[in-house]
Every structure is written in structure tokens, then in C-alpha cells.
């Protein structure tokens, strides 16, 4: 699930060719699906990595798609030397075919929010070679009016580190860490970007809690963290250095699953209609069972 943009959302279910979207507005119960995707693929390639974001074209008044991914090639380790991309616009509901200027070997990493601002989404990504070296990471952006991609400095982050972009406020921000996810001693350093190609670390956060998996920000400097062996929220606040459970608990009794945090405020901002009118198909209980 991805968004949202004025309350509605992006569902994305399946694996492999077989992946289906919709938009989602929880609020008012509206759901629309979305034409399938079909890649010229061939048959000895299997699924390799996948990004996604979703934006508004202010100019044609569009909510857009912009979907891509990677395969590789069957029983090798080897990618397949293309990125394929697609573009979804509601207003034609039609995907139409891009070809993006960067790397087939570029690792993009999800983002722990939405980073999408000012009708841009961004994505952080490295080299496929990671290395001690600093300044192996930057930022992948893709406009909606415009349709292009363009590859921005990222923080000065060293390559042995886990990092990926948050919304801190309404400004792009990373996290990155050495020691990711270690009980009590974890440190999550905080890089804010300022203006087109700068970045400040803003500090460095150390939630001391048991072993975890960040999984987002809220605001400005508050964290949230799954507790790995119990599947328990935990909301860490910066400033006043203390962890409080979020009351979660529905995967504890699953014993399986994952979590994250969204940002959402609700709308009654209708989903964009396509030409025809909605089907039996148009419904999220639909969309969750038959996908």
C-alpha cells in the first residue's frame, strides 16, 4: 500500500507478472481497479527487485503510476541489462511504456514513508557494489508532469550502511545505520536534505529497545520500531528519550507478519472515474480476495 494523496491510496497485490493495482479511498469506501500491466518479458527470466510511487500532475489535474522492475535471468545471479518501466495515467486509464536513464544495476531501497513532495517521488539508491567509500548513495527522483527521472547527490553516507529516505515533516530526509536493528546499542543517524543537492545530519537516534526493525518516522522526531521477537509496535520519541507501545497487537497473536506506519488523514476526495462506470470488480473486498 503506497500514498496516500488527498486520502486515497495505492493497493498492490500478487507476485511476479501476476500484479494488480488499485486505488483505494478507505474513508468513503471507494475502490477502482486498475488495467493489468503486461511486460515483453521472456521465459527464462524470474522476478528480481520492483519499486513503485505514486504522484499528481497538477497541470493535467492526473493521478499517475510510475512502476519498474528488474529481473533476473533463470538458475544465474545475473540481471537482465534492462529496467522496465511503466507509466499509468488515470485520466487515459492506460499504462504507456518509458525507458528511465538509469542503471539496470542501481539498488533502489524502499522508502520508510511516502517521500513524495511537490509532485516528485524519491527513491534512495547505490551502486550494486557496496564499498567503505562515502558518497555511494543517491537520490532517484521522477517528476509527474514532466515524466523524467533525474539522479540527485545523496547524503555522504558510508556504503557498509543501511540507509533509505523518510519524511521528516513534509521534507525528505535518510536514516542510516551501521548496526541496524542490534538490541539497546543500535544508533539510526538522521541526514536532512536541504534545498536541491545538500544535506545536514540533523543527529543521531538510539532508541535502546530490544531487537527491532525500523519502520518509519512521524513528524519530526518521533520513530517507529517492530519489535522482532514479539511483532509489538513501539513509537520512540527523540526529544524526550522514551519508547512507548503503540497497543498493536494483532500480529503477536499471528505469530507472522509485518508492520508499518502511514500518515493518513481522511478525505472525501472521490477516486478519478474511468469512462466506463464502476464494476462488481471496483470494491476492496473484491480486490483483496480475488488478488
Given amino acids: 500500500m503506497v500514498g496516500p494523496i488527498n486520502g486515497i491510496f495505492l493497493l498492490e497485490n500478487g507476485h511476479f507478472l501476476d500484479v494488480r493495482f488499485a486505488w483505494w479511498n478507505p474513508a468513503i469506501k471507494q475502490c477502482r481497479l486498475i488495467p493489468n500491466i503486461e511486460f515483453d518479458v521472456e521465459e527464462n527470466f524470474e522476478d528480481c527487485c520492483r519499486s513503485l510511487g505514486i504522484g499528481f500532475d497538477k497541470t493535467n489535474q492526473d493521478y499517475k503510476i510510475v512502476y519498474f522492475r528488474t529481473f533476473n535471468i533463470k538458475f544465474t545471479s545475473v540481471v537482465y541489462p534492462k529496467i522496465f518501466t511503466a507509466l499509468y495515467s488515470t485520466k487515459n486509464d492506460s499504462w504507456k511504456f518509458l525507458e528511465p536513464n538509469f542503471s539496470h544495476e542501481s539498488q533502489i531501497s524502499f522508502s ?4 513524495y513532495q511537490n ?55 535518510a536514516m542510516a545505520s551501521k548496526d541496524m536493528s542490534k538490541a539497546m546499542t543500535a544508533e539510526y543517524d538522521i541526514w536532512q ?21 525500523p519502520n518509519g518516522m512521524w513528524e519530526y522526531d518521533k520513530y517507529v520500531y517492530e519489535l522482532t521477537q514479539n511483532y509489538r509496535l513501539m513509537c520512540y520519541d527523540q526529544n524526550a528519550k522514551q519508547a512507548t507501545s503503540l497497543g498493536f497487537d494483532f ?7 509485518f508492520a508499518w506506519p502511514l500518515d493518513y488523514k481522511e478525505s472525501l476526495f472521490p477516486i478519478p ?17 480475488k488478488y
Fill in 119 to 173: 509532485g516528485v517521488y524519491y527513491w534512495l539508491t547505490s551502486s550494486n557494489v557496496r564499498c567503505d567509500k562515502e558518497n555511494v548513495y543517491s537520490v532517484l527522483a521522477f517528476d509527474f508532469e514532466t515524466e523524467l527521472f533525474e539522479i540527485m547527490p545523496g547524503p555522504p553516507i558510508p556504503g557498509e550502511y543501511w540507509a533509505t529516505l523518510v519524511l521528516r515533516g513534509k521534507s525528505i530526509a
Fill in 193 to 213: 536534505r536541504i534545498g536541491e543537492n545538500n544535506w545536514i545530519k540533523v543527529y543521531t537516534v538510539n532508541p535502546q529497545i530490544p531487537f527491532h526493525m
Fill in 273 to 289: 472515474l474511468r469512462t466506463e462506470n464502476p464494476t462488481e470488480k471496483d470494491t476492496d473486498e473484491y480486490f483483496f480476495r
Fill in 251 to 257: 500480529f503477536i497473536r499471528l505469530l507472522s507478519g
Fill in 112 to 115: 520508510q514513508n511516502f517521500t
